[in-house]
């Protein structure tokens, strides 16, 4: 038994998780340099870019993760594969007199076969409960995002009433001292003439 094509896949596929790698490291210096950039952003628009930077600063790492986890499947099935072509190639003798089987590495492979499988099984569950945390992430930025719009949407309204509550106040201050010169003049009118 041949696996065809097995090394030409290794190795494109090497090269490529190598290129990947390479991307992901060019996206963590570019991350640093957005970084330093929204630092020197107006302090009003500083927060959103900040939030913008570290969301994609999350989605870096998880990328760094899978591709982990990538890497550690296609060793685990080279490995595998690899054992299963020496299983496959070995030729059973017969000792002197008696005939011996190995049957504790026949075993032990067995025993490999199911640890890979539990170890797919976790790969498989922890990929889901990570989609499962992005989703709820995303939830959760969408409604911080939306109670960030209400909250400015409020403030504008209240600057809105303050300003017209001093506009007010300073029209009600020159009426006031409007009223009072006019007081002033008809009590100085009564006494000058009817006084």
């Known amino acids: 038994w041949q696996p065809v094509g097995r090394p030409v896949v290794t190795m494109t596929s090497s090269l490529l998780e190598n290129d990947l790698q390479a991307r992901i490291d060019q996206i963590f210096s570019h991350l640093e340099r957005l970084e330093i950039l929204a630092s020197k952003e107006p302090p009003n628009r500083r927060q959103n870019v900040k939030l913008r930077v570290d969301q994609l600063k999350y989605d870096v790492q998880h990328l760094q993760t899978a591709l982990r986890n990538f890497q550690h499947r296609r060793y685990s099935r080279e490995t595998q594969d690899r054992e299963r072509e020496e299983l496959m190639s070995r030729t059973f003798t017969t000792n002197d007199a008696d005939t011996s089987i190995p049957i504790d590495e026949t075993l032990q492979l067995n025993s490999n076969l199911n640890n890979a499988h539990r170890g797919m099984d976790d790969l498989l569950g922890s990929g889901s409960s990570i989609l499962t945390g992005l989703r709820d992430q995303r939830d959760t930025l969408k409604g911080t995002h939306k109670k960030m719009l209400d909250v400015a949407n409020m403030l504008g309204l209240s600057n809105t ?19 009072m010169l006019l007081t002033c003049v008809v009590m100085f009118l009564v006494v000058k003439y009817l006084g």
């Open 161 to 179: 009433v303050m300003r017209l509550i001093e506009k007010r106040a300073t029209q009600d201050k020159f009426v006031m001292i409007g009223g």
